[in-house]
């Protein structure tokens, strides 16, 4: 089952603005990683930002985490139209192995010109 | 490097067949993970395999097995198959300690 939640599940912005995307989880974590995902293609990595970690960037990204609220946000600036997507969150177990990613049910991005 | 690949890309099959789904991964990567991702439930773990064990399994039935080949090539079996199984299987890869898991493009089945 899902542990995250995304919000908003779908959001419309003109190209130039920004997104931001919220991601709440219920569990204990090592760390948190944003997704990306085209049309029903594969998942592309974006940032992880571990659980020590409050603040990280790259490139036009922004990612925060907040482990006492258990919530994370993903900032995009200046979108572009190709950054229409899908963008999930998905949290890494404190124990056992990095790979058993738990995913949040995700955020529509529309970006139009 | 090559990405991972997956293969078919594409398959329809009926009620009560199964089907064997196909992954490479990243050269050297040694850790594989199958996801499967449906409009009702999302994306959700269904087993990781490193060094030709499973080492991670998530919570799907005994229909859905997987195993791992010494190059690493993973393969995963869906017995009798049912409607609910018709979703976008992804597998990703990762060198076998790192967080970051690499996706491929997906193998879309679909249950008649």
């Known amino acids: 089952s899902q542990q995250g939640e995304e919000d908003p599940q779908a959001l419309s912005i003109q190209e130039g603005e920004n997104a931001t995307m919220n991601c709440s989880y219920k569990t204990s974590i090592n760390n948190l990683q944003w997704y990306r995902q085209n049309s029903g293609r594969g998942l592309v990595h974006l940032i992880l930002i571990r659980s020590n970690e409050r603040e990280k960037h790259s490139g036009r990204l922004r990612v925060t985490l907040d482990t006492s609220k258990k919530s994370s946000s993903l900032l995009i600036t200046a979108s572009r139209a190709a950054d229409t997507a899908s963008y999930f969150c998905?949290?890494?177990?404190?124990?056992?192995?990095?790979?058993?990613?738990?995913f949040g049910t995700g955020t529509r991005l529309q970006v139009t010109l | 490097k090559a990405g991972v690949t997956q293969t078919p890309r594409y398959l329809i099959k009926t009620r009560g067949q199964q089907v064997t789904l196909s992954c490479s991964p990243i050269s050297g990567h040694r850790s594989v993970s199958w996801y499967q991702q449906t409009p009702g439930q999302g994306l959700q773990f269904l087993f990781e395999y490193f060094s030709e064990t499973q080492r991670n399994k998530g919570n799907f039935p005994g229909r859905f097995s997987g195993r791992q080949f010494s190059n690493s090539r993973s393969e995963m079996n869906v017995s009798t198959l049912e409607l609910g199984d018709s979703a976008l299987y992804l597998c990703a890869s990762n060198p076998g300690q790192a967080d970051t898991q690499y996706f491929g493009p997906g193998t879309r089945l679909t249950v008649l």
């Open positions: 998905a949290t890494a177990p404190n124990t056992g192995t990095a790979s058993k990613l738990t």
